[in-house]
Nanobody, 119 residues
Framework: QVQLVESGGGLVQPGGSLRLSCASS????????MGWFRQAPGKPRELVAS???????NYADFVKARFTISRDNAKNTVFLQMNSLRPEDTAVYYC?????????????WGQGTQVTVSS
């Protein structure tokens, strides 16, 4: 089975930057659209950004050109460069992917990585 593992989260001050990575494990899988979601305490999970295999991107309004999503199809890895971070960006960030395997298409989630923006 495929597994997604996020990394790169941590504590940063407002205005700082973080680069999140989502690495996959497993073989014989095709990754279609991949993306990042986030969930703050007491709030629903929301889409941050997504990217297709052809590098077509989609961003949530709150990103406001501060974040950039990218991917490495050869390694089935997706990244999220986050700049000008704000306290309201504090959340658990989850990697997501649509994956094709022997059983067909499935949606796979990572375990999440904590991003905290605070002074």
């Amino acid at each position: 089975q495929v597994q997604l593992v996020e990394s790169g989260g941590g504590l940063v001050q407002p205005g700082g930057s973080l680069r999140l990575s989502c690495a996959s494990s497993g073989s014989n899988f095709v990754f279609r659209t991949m993306g990042w979601f986030r969930q703050a305490p007491g709030k629903p999970r929301e889409l941050v950004a997504s990217i297709t295999r052809g590098d077509s991107t989609n961003y949530a309004d709150f990103v406001k050109a501060r974040f950039t999503i990218s991917r490495d199809n050869a390694k089935n890895t997706v990244f999220l460069q986050m700049n000008s971070l704000r306290p309201e960006d504090t959340a658990v960030y989850y990697c997501n992917a649509n994956v094709l395997g022997g059983a067909g298409w499935a949606t796979v989630w990572g375990q999440g990585t904590q991003v905290t923006v605070s002074s």
